[in-house]
């Protein structure tokens, strides 16, 4: 079934400190989507990938980088962490026919707290 | 201004209730809605995709204005297991070359609680 993996589930480090959160698309899926949900929000896009090029920017801190790999999984990576950015961060892969996007899998998430 | 605006919430109604959620979109240039539902602390999935002539799944029934930009969902027959946070989302449905796909603009969500 169509899915996305992401690890940790759980992730608690303390402020400045550095984290990495991985997202691995079920198949491999050209296109992944990062989006940060805080605590009673909505979930914001931060970035996007397009066979591992970046293919849209949303509101991703300098801090943040990410990446797509050669095997289509993608990592979030994080520095200089702050107490705000404690939230749950989503990666997804749409769905698609014909062009046209059908829904987006999301992943169960990583619940990161900064301390 | 948000590019996709909910009804506040929350909504608490008792069981077998009807409830009609409301969003609206400022983007002239989104093509594919959604409608997402999230419990808590878990991930967003798909309730509803709204297609431009509406439509119905059970208890569940979409619409789309395109003229006034604004989606609607509507739930009948309320049950406790609706409980949860409704989210709208709009997709500038873009078809490249590279085959890349559109980011989601979600709504902030609208909580219902339904009561015995």
């Known amino acids: 079934a169509a899915g996305v993996i992401q690890s940790p589930r759980h992730l608690i480090k303390e402020k400045r400190e550095t984290a990495t959160l991985k997202c691995y698309p079920i198949p491999r899926h050209d296109t992944v989507y990062w989006y940060q949900q805080g605590p009673g929000q909505d979930p914001q896009f931060l970035i996007s990938f397009y066979e591992k090029m970046q293919s849209d920017k949303g509101s991703i801190p300098d801090r943040f980088s990410a990446q797509q790999f050669s095997d289509y999984h993608s990592e979030l990576n994080m520095s200089s962490l702050e107490l705000g950015d404690s939230a749950l961060y989503f990666c997804?892969?749409?769905?698609?026919?014909?062009?046209?996007?059908?829904?987006?899998?999301f992943g169960q998430g990583t619940r990161l707290t900064v301390v | 201004r948000k590019e996709v605006e909910q009804d506040p919430g929350p909504f608490n109604v008792p069981e077998g209730a009807t409830v009609a959620f409301n969003c609206t979109y400022s983007?002239?240039?989104?093509?594919?809605f959604f409608w997402y539902r999230q419990d808590c602390r878990k991930e967003p999935k798909l309730l509803m995709s709204?297609?431009?002539s509406g439509n119905e799944d059970g208890r569940f029934t979409a619409q789309l204005n395109r003229a006034s930009q604004y989606i609607s969902l509507l739930i009948r027959d309320s049950k406790l297991s609706d409980s949860a946070t409704y989210l709208c989302?709009?997709?500038?449905?873009?078809?490249?070359?590279?085959?890349?796909?559109?980011?989601?603009?979600f709504g902030k969500g609208i909580t219902l609680s339904v009561r015995p």
């Open positions: 983007n002239s240039a989104s093509q594919s």
């Open positions: 989302v709009s997709c500038p449905e873009r078809e490249t070359n590279t085959g890349a796909n559109s980011k989601l603009t």
């Open positions: 997804a892969r749409n769905g698609r026919l014909q062009g046209r996007v059908t829904e987006a899998f």
């Open positions: 709204v297609y431009s």
